[in-house]
């Protein structure tokens, strides 16, 4: 797997600029889950305040505001523990390349997330995520310095 | 991935496994060789004659029987073999009042505590050897009838022979269940009851000797070793289950009459003093709270211990694909329930969570039971399984793909079965919980509480409430199997 | 798919565990709760524990949490080993036995000043506690409650067992269900009972003749007593109190504790501060709470002993009890514990 891992630099290097992209991108979900996980999770600090200053934004769907104050606020410690494995997942699969086409679904839908309840001034970078974020399931940038040639040698498939 | 590892190595990590209770206490204690041999060969002369007189008697009587069960079919009798299990799951004190009771002036000595022994393991063995047995007559009576043998001749000279091993298994069970056994040979022994586990014991408690006890436990180890090599000297194979042939069943038997009293015998006490219990006991008295949150910690320790049952099989099993020497670490029975548990008590901080509890325990209760179960339902299977994963491994086939569509259909019914004991086990183990130190309540700690504070009526309705819980599991999980008992 | 959900569950998992620890870890360093060590019949609901603890936490507004002691051998060894590093902070059920055997190991803080129940109250209940005094390794321990040693048996038998001898009586062979003093406390007191009101050999001679005319000798305290309520034994070991526990519980009075002419010897439990405590200061608040008419109402009324200061058992099914002729409370060194241990263990291998 390791060889395979530095083979692909030599069959599939026309994606090595995009997988160096994936590997900052997975390193600053990294950092956010790492962050996250201090000052949500291991402080207890209130994620529900967050959320609720965020309700009053125009851009948040009127399904996404209910499922917000009716599911997530009650139980904000959950879905903020439920929110850090998935940037962790993310995180993590983008770093080491596996299967970063599925996680990459994750993190779609973490930005969408982010749009929605962020401010405006995040707004674009969220954006340019997503971009950066269907680049990498569209072009399966795992395959290129990643475990995902590994498994894409054995078998094909378009999760890989 | 799993192809890569090292089998060695996984032969070492599991020793270390294994062993490691008794490297945990000789890395704290000094040893001690200062304790009087003669004690430890009384101890080990008396813990022979019982473990031997009660194995032999079990295995006897369940030699005699098996052929006539095997021949019985009613609606009673899968009830009835699982009710035989009761006397060697239920906590020790159960079974020493309901024997008591039938007696006016009970034999003590060895005589008491055989009996005693006979009682709880009986149903075990008969059992066990039964399973084994149905297996055989499926496999051979279709070919054994077309040579007109005799009744007595099959079983005497082709079934016995090929049920050696499962014999040699269930001989070993019975003897670590004496060996290890501390309530029994105290109460009913008398003067000459002591055993070596009490000899143990008293290393602990009264000489604070603790790395002394561990010696006595590895020595007590290594003697079931050379007991269990040397009567395993002639392996005989034997064949994997296939479906059932239909037979002549009858109704009833001598064999089934026999049997049916000795389960009637416990269940009948043990039923006696529940039904009391029920009339005397106020049911606010009943601490239903406190007895949901032991049921709820047993439950998840079942799932944690199954988990851990399952990797280590899987581990074993790995063993066995790459063909690596393991065969002496099914040696490696530790039977006594305190130096297990002290070790974990040590070895794992105090006050914790509920899941590094819940791991504590079930590494113990594996520790403890594992083997057993390994070598009673699973390694059984082995000597018919092993072709096929020599064809799988020759042809290529990667150790999880063989596991998944070679091995596991076919030792489906076992691992069911062991799991079905281990959860019965999580509910019921109280000895070793309690050595360790843990924090958690469950239902054996608390079925002990009660029976230690007056309250053993309670004691006896919540055995009863553990059982009933226990056997609707055993009956959702049925359908895993394909045969009944 | 399979590769990533398998991933994704991997993920979780870890990230559950470190979670997990997380609160282990907080748990752990959590300054602000007093951490005991007691037994399982105590911390249980039917044990004085939840209520001694839900009366302080209301009272102090300190936090108590329990930690199960199996044995006391066991945690204390623990606690040996793991020094400052010890969890907890008051260790409470050690009877004088388990303090002669299994303390030596452990430092403790010295808490005689914190003792607010004198001599005369002990002598009101008939207990002489003076040999403590003389005791350097009890000094740092405070008593909590006590009962006395005997034997029970149903009011409508009729035996007549009014000293030690007259557990030999012909009538009684096989009909007293004892404890092994190796492996239970009862036993033991029963062991050091017959030492303490005989010289060596008639001692010895009378274990001897013991041993053949028990009914058995449990390996613990419930074993015997499951026997004696099974009608198994017509007589127990067992303590003075056994009797309150039926009438007051099962409404059944039908139980008697048989007065000796020798006098009954008396179990006496103690609680220690351990000097590793990390939440010192409460701690102590909580040694006075346990000596306090409340604490001690508490304890006689769910552990069914006898508190410290005979005036809380007024008006109490406790009153009831009568007052037996009591032993002075004796303190065994370990090597003598052990010596009358080994006669014991010599005399039951040598039996028949």
Partial sequence: ?160 | MMGKINGKLLTSLLLIFFLSPVVIILYYFKINLDFPIDDFILAFKNSLIQSLATAGICLLGSVLLVPGLSRVKNKWFASMMAASLLPSLLPSIFTILIIFSYFKTFPFGHTGIILIFTMTYFGFSTVALYRAYQALVNRYAGVIDIYNVSWWDRYLKIYLPLLKQDLVNIFLIIMLGCFSSLSVPLLAGGGRGANVELLIYESIYINGQWATASLVAIIQIFLMLGLGFYLNQNRISVSARTPSIIYDFKKMNFSFIIFFIYTATYIVGYFFQVVQSFFKVDLKQLYWAEFSQALTHSFLLSLFSISIFLALSTAIIYLHYTRTRSQFLMYFLLPSSTVVGFSLYLFFPEKSSLVRELIKVSLGLNLIYFLALYKSYIQPQFSSIQSQMDVCRIYGLNFSTALRQVISPQLKSSLVISMQILFLFSFCEFALIKAAGSQILFSGVFMERLISTYRLEQGFIYSFIILCAVFLFFRITRFFIHESY | MRQFILYMTGIFSILFLLYVYREDSQQLNDQSSIKIYASGSFISSWGPGPELKTLFEKQTGLKVSFIEMSDPGITLQKVSFSAEDATGDIVLGLDQFDIARFTEKVRWKDISHLNTISQSIFISSGLNLNELKNSDQFMKFIPYDWSAISFVKRSDSNYQINSLPDLLQPNLKSKIAFEDPRTSSPGLQFLLWVASTQNEDQAIQFLKDLNAHAHSFSPSWSTAYGLFKNKNADVVLSYITSPIYHLVEENDSNYQALEFSEGLPVQVEFMGLLASCKNCEAAQKFISFVQSKDGQRIIMNKNYMLPMDKQITEGTAFDTLRVFKLLDFKVYSKEEINKWLRIWSDIRKNDG
């Fill in chain 1, 1 to 160: 797997m390791l060889q395979a891992y530095f083979e692909s630099i030599k069959y599939v290097g026309h994606l090595l600029p995009i997988s160096l992209l994936r590997i900052f991108v997975g390193y600053f979900y990294l950092q956010q889950a790492l962050a996250d996980w201090k000052m949500r999770i291991l402080s207890n600090s209130n994620v529900s305040d967050l959320i609720i200053d965020a309700l009053s934004s125009d851009k948040m769907p009127y399904w996404y505001r209910i499922f917000l104050s009716e599911h997530v606020i009650p139980h904000w410690n959950v879905y903020a523990f439920i929110l850090v494995g998935l940037q962790l997942a993310v995180g993590l699969s983008y770093l080491i390349g596996y299967v970063v086409r599925p996680a990459s679904i994750i993190g779609l839908f973490l930005c969408l997330n982010y749009i929605a309840i962020g401010s405006s001034q995040q707004e674009l970078f969220f954006r340019m995520m997503i971009a950066c974020q269907v680049t990498f399931m569209w072009v399966g940038a795992g395959r290129c310095l990643g475990l995902d040639y590994f498994f894409y040698k054995r078998y094909r498939g378009i999760w890989w």
